[in-house]
Structures are given as C-alpha cells and as structure tokens.
C-alpha cells in the first residue's frame, strides 16, 4: 500500500493532481481510493487530499504518520501535514509562501525560513524552487503537474502511465506545457 | 464489465442511471450537489433538474414517481429538514413508481452549520435507509433502492458521508437499463391523506415496516464477516471501512440497510461473539437500537465519540490497536490560520465594507457570503440556515422596533429563491419595515457556480425564464426596491443608511455576476 498525502491552497490544482495521480496508479493496476474536501475550502482555504494505491485499499483515509509522501504545494502547508509523515516518510514541498488572508489582515504571521526548519528536522525532504522552472515552461498554473513529477521517481507506476493519465484529464490545450512541467519535475528528483 | 474511477456522487448518478431512473430534481449543497451535474452530463435520457429548494425537489420526484416513473431527490443531510414535511406524508401514500431520496451527511462539518445524523431521519419518517461504504456500494446500492421502493411502494432513503460522495475510487460500470412507466390510478384512500385516509394508512405502513425488517434480515445488504470471535463489531457506512483497516481479523456486521434494522441478524452475531463493539459515526443509533431489542453491546459510544467524523486513528484508538507514532518534532513556529476568504475583487466585498463602516447588525445567511462574518471583515453577525435572515430580521424588529433601524439582512440570489421569499412576504403583511439586502452574483457560488431560477438557465444548460428578483420583491408589496451595482454605486453606504431608517420595507438588490462564473 502506498500512501499519499496531497496539500496546498485553494485554486493551486490540488485536486487535479489528485486525480492524474490516481488514474497513473489505476492504469497500473492497481486498486486506488481518495478522499477530498469540497465546498469552504475552494475558496482559498487549506486543501488536503488522501490518495491510496496497491492491492486492495480499504480507508479512504490516511492513518496518523503512516503517509509514504507528503507532496505539498505550499511551505506553510506542508507543515501543517507532517503528523501524516511515516517514519520513513518523503516530503516533497514547493518553496513559496502562499500568504494567508490572516496574514494579510495583520492578525497572523507567516513564520520566516520554514524551508530551513524543515531542512533541519525531516529526514526526507525535497524544497522544490519551482517559480523560475515554471516561468520557463511558460505557464504558471502548472505546479500540480510539476510536483506529481517530483514524486513520480519514488512509485512503481511506468512513465507512460503518468504521461497517459494527464493526456486523459488535463485540457486538451494545456497537454504539452504540462508534460514539459512533469519531466521538469521528475528531473528535480531524479 | 467497464471500470472507471469516479467520485462517489457520480458513482450515484451512475446507480441511477443504470437503474432506469426517469427525473431527478434536486437543490444544490455541499457534498451532494455532483450527482445531479453528473446525471444531467453523463445520462441525457434522465429528466435531471435543479429545483428551488429541496422540498420543491422532492415533490417533484414523487410527483414523477406517482406517475409511475422511478425518480430521484438528491440533497445535502440540512436539505432533508427542508423536504422532512413531503417525506413523512409520501411515507404514508406510498410512491407507485420508484422514489430514492439521496441524504448526503456531513459528518465533521466540513461545510454545513450542523452535523446532524439523518439515519434519524429512515426511523422517524418509517422509511427504509441504505448506506453504502464505498463509491461503487454506492451505484450498486442506489439500484438496489429503485427495486426496494417499487417492491415495498416506499419512498427508500440512501445516505452517503462526505467520504464517500467526495470519495474517488474504481467504480464498475454496468448495463442502463430502461423502464416503462407504470400507469398512476386513481386512488383517494392512498394519495389523498385526509384524516380518515391517514389513519388506515398508519396502518399499511407499520406492517409494510415489519415486512421490511424481514427484508433486513435477509438481504445481502446486510453481512457478517467472521474472523476473530473475541469482539464483534458493528458497523456501517464508511465506517466499516476504518474497520477493516485497522482490525482486519476482526468479526464485523457490516449494515448496508440501516432501516429497519436485521434484528435476527445481530442476535445470531451476537450470539457468536464473546462481545458487540458499535463503530458509527455521530449518533448512537444502531447502538440504541440493540440495546432497545435487549441485545447487549459492550461498547459504543463510551469508546467512539458523537461529535466529529470518525477517522482509522479514532477507530483504532478505540478498538486498542496500535497506533504508529508521530516522529517528526512539532514546529515551534504558529501557523497563521488559513480560512477560506472571499476572491479577490468578488462583488460581495463593498457591500461587506460599507455595512462593517455603518456598524450595522447583520443578519445574514448561506452563501459565500457568509465569509464575511470572518476577518477583515466581521460583518455579520447571525447566521442560521436558508432563508433565515428575512424572518430573523423581522423576528428582531418584532421585538425590538430599533432593530429594524440598525439592522439589515443580507441573503444570496440562489438563497432568496430557495426560502427568502416567503418570510419577505411576512414582513410586508405584518407591517414590518426592515432593510433586505440581496447579494444577486447570479450564480449559486459556493456549491460551485450552479444555474437556479433567476439565472434564465437550466442544469443542462438550456435557456430559460428568468425569474425577476425586483420584481417578485414588488409583487410581494414592497414600494421601496432599489438595484445597484456594488462597482458603479458612489454612495452605497448613503443608500443602506438612508433604507434603513425609512419606515417601511426596502430591498436592495445588489446586482454583479460572480468573478468566477
């Protein structure tokens, strides 16, 4: 069984991931179940999403520390998940902040150098400086494909797989950019 | 056989497609609110509709049902309070065709203002209720629901968690079947519930209700799994699912079919168990119930708690299993909250801005808007469920004449339809003289942006009337409504203030299109 939780900020295409992730695992046979919140959460709230594959998955949930991945689209974020890690848990995190509107009201600070507090307390962690990469790739909007590309190197799905499965949901339009965006992230973690 | 991943709620339309269904009406509302997008993209041949709130939905669907169609309700587990009057009274007629009515829970609130159990609901209005534990148990037991409804001629209730109808997972797809209409014949003692009709068919119900738990106790809705004997779990919903994971050897009663419950069935297992452990979400119910049938249940809700979703780590707390342990040291920095927020430039904004500077009460209601009670703004100030704002305005104005000067409320398009116009009417009949502020972003937005009657366009996406919101709000007798654009009017803060302290009912329709739509 494989576990993995997805993170991140409303509208940064938590959910999406989500679902090329688990068409990827289910062209590879595998049984496969997520959990996801609606409704609130679109509206520029945390996201978090459970993605299980193997044999036969039960739970839609994640237990506490039993995630194999923790694939955070935010700093802050990621933080906030690292009880799901498992002992021999991998994070993989874009480095940037997503400022909170409670931070933009004054009521809250953003914490300075997480990325650094993280480098020094999980034993498995990929910062990801994904913001000049995506500029290049020529499209901001495509970080949720990127880091499914970050993670693709640890799991026992084949690459065509992957490729397969974001043909099948992405638009039509977006395919390309988002496969430039995928092999840009599976090369950061290779 | 065809298989797909699919999100529980379309795992749902699926089932009813399959099962030959006719219409299905519904009321958007989180988590419910895919299946009927789902039908209306995916199953063209079903009559699929939004309606203006659950209770016209669910009239709707019997009517269909009555003229012998199969037909579905959908709506979140707060909608059922909205159509608990049509339920309890279409319990008694019966239904003809085939009538589901599909309960999407919410069990952890994620978003809702209550958390409250609608198996209540199946024991209540005496009618049976379904519970799949998975999206494909879903399509599957929604079928099931048509056959039973027709079999038994009851309305059958199907419920499903926010981790089943936001649940993704592999979904088989099987053969749609189509169905002729039965004929609708004319029968006052059935459909005409009169006093002297109702009473004879109290009657046909309680014994259609003692045929059902024989249907309960032999269905394969309902299984034991035999493992361990030590302790006997019973369980349901996706709570089952926590179970397996983490007490795989366990013996489990798994209920499929909630109401009425399989008496035999979890005697027989409780005579094969040293002890029952009850795994349920929120209420006690399947625990009271055995309990009430004088069967001992070793735990329950003393071990599991009524608040909240349940989760494998809760479950496994409570059956004494192992739990892996955190290993990462906790962050010394405070996260700053992140609680969802109105979009950046959204029209709801100035007027949250200008009622926040008049430092006015706001009574508010359900929508995106409701955001505004959080930070910056802080500008409302009660908060209920649909359509409340109008009545509750009126209510504080009844008893408090001033509050009517330093009060307004502020209620959504797709919320005014759904149950705002009624109590509007209230106050105009019972001379009231209350401010209504309509935030009309033509769109139900945070369900995600679905059409209702004042968008002039239907769930398919076919044009249509549009309902006139200033001018129903004239016809209900209001002199004084005024429609504004919240990035055009110079002086919306003069405009409240000056509404507010007139004399008499005023409407404020604040009228620009959601950003995202």
């Not at chain 2, 009850?278 to 070793?298: H, S, T």
């Not at chain 2, 001033?402 to 307004?408: D, G, I, T």
């Not at chain 2, 002039?456 to 200033?470: F, M, N, R």
Request: net charge negative.
């Amino acid at each position: 069984m494989t576990n993995i939780i997805m993170a991140g900020v409303g509208g940064q295409g938590v959910l999406l991931a989500c679902r090329v992730l688990m068409e990827a695992a289910f062209y590879s046979n595998y049984d496969v179940k997520e959990s996801e919140i609606h409704g609130m959460a679109q509206r520029g709230g945390s996201v978090e999403a459970h993605v299980r594959f193997g044999s036969d998955v039960a739970s839609p949930l994640i237990p506490n520390a039993a995630a194999d991945f923790i694939v955070s689209f935010e700093l802050c974020e990621a933080v906030r998940k690292l009880d799901y890690l498992g002992k021999h848990g991998v994070l993989f995190v874009n480095n940037e902040k997503v400022i909170p509107s409670s931070v933009q009201a004054g009521l809250a600070e953003y914490p300075e150098a997480l990325d650094t507090w993280l480098d020094n307390n999980v034993p498995n962690v990929h910062l990801l400086d994904t913001l000049q990469a995506r500029k290049d790739i020529g499209s901001k909007r495509c970080l949720n494909i990127l880091m499914l590309g970050a993670l693709s190197n640890r799991l026992d799905i084949p690459e065509e797989n992957w490729l397969s499965a974001i043909r099948e949901l992405v638009k039509p339009k977006y395919v390309d950019t988002n496969i430039d965006a995928f092999n840009y992230g599976r090369s950061c973690t290779a | 056989m065809n298989k797909r991943i699919m999100m529980g709620n379309e795992a749902v339309a699926r089932g009813t497609y399959e099962a030959g269904c006719h219409v299905a009406a519904g009321y958007p509302g989180t988590p419910s609110t895919e299946i009927l997008e789902a039908l209306s993209r995916n199953a063209p041949d079903v009559k699929s509709q939004w309606s203006p709130n659950e209770k016209v939905a669910l009239e709707v669907a019997f009517g269909s049902a009555l003229a012998g169609a199969r037909a579905l309700a959908t709506m979140k587990h707060v909608g059922v309070n909205v159509a608990a009057d049509p339920l309890f009274t279409f319990s008694y007629t019966g239904v003809n065709g085939g009538l589901v009515i599909i309960s999407a829970d919410d069990p952890g609130q994620w978003s809702s203002q209550n958390e409250q159990d609608n198996r209540n609901y199946a024991r209540h209005a005496k009618v049976p209720m379904l519970e799949p534990s998975s999206p494909d148990e879903a399509r599957r037991f929604v079928k099931q629901a048509f056959q039973l409804s027709e079999d038994y001629d009851r309305p059958v209730l199907v419920k499903v968690p926010t981790r089943i109808a936001h649940s993704r997972a592999i979904v088989a797809e099987e053969e749609v079947c189509t169905r002729e209409l039965k004929r609708f014949q004319r029968d006052p003692q059935k459909y005409v519930m009169i006093p002297i009709h109702g009473r004879q068919r109290h009657i046909v119900i309680e014994e259609k209700q003692t045929e059902l738990a024989n249907v309960s106790d032999h269905t394969a809705l309902n299984r034991v799994e035999w493992g361990d004997t030590k302790q006997g779990i019973v369980t349901d919903s996706v709570a089952y699912q926590y179970v397996k994971e983490v007490a795989p050897e366990a013996s489990v009663l798994k209920l499929g079919m909630v109401w009425p419950l399989p008496r035999e069935t979890i005697q027989d297992f409780a005579a094969g168990v040293d002890g029952l452990i009850v795994v349920e979400e929120l209420d006690p119910f399947i625990e009271n119930e055995i309990r009430a049938m004088g069967i001992p249940v070793a735990h329950g809700k003393d071990v599991i708690p009524n608040c909240g979703e349940l989760t494998p780590d809760i479950v496994a707390q409570a059956l004494n299993k192992p739990r892996a342990e955190n290993h990462i040291p906790a962050c010394p920095e405070t996260l700053p909250p992140r609680p969802p927020r109105l979009c950046k430039g959204c029209p709801h904004a100035p007027i949250f801005t200008a009622l926040k500077e008049l430092d006015l009460n706001v009574i508010g209601d359900i929508g995106c808007y409701t955001l505004a009670a959080l930070a910056p703004y802080n500008a409302m100030h009660t908060q209920a469920c649909m359509g409340a704002s109008v009545g509750m305005h009126f209510g504080m104005e009844k008893a408090s004449p001033q509050m009517a000067e330093n009060s307004v409320a502020v209620i959504g398009d797709s919320t005014f339809v759904h149950s705002g116009i009624t109590p509007l009417i209230d106050i105009v009949y019972n001379q009231g003289t209350g401010t209504v502020i309509i935030l009309d972003n033509r769109t139900t937005a945070m369900t995600g942006h679905q059409e209702h009657p004042a968008t002039g366009v239907t769930l398919s996406g076919e044009a249509t009337h549009a309902l006139d919101i200033p001018k129903i709000c004239e016809a209900t007798g209001v002199q004084r409504v005024f429609t504004v654009d919240p990035f055009e009017e110079e002086d919306l803060k003069g405009l409240i203030q000056t509404e507010v302290e007139t004399r008499e009912p005023s409407i404020i329709v604040v009228n620009r299109p959601c950003l995202l739509k």
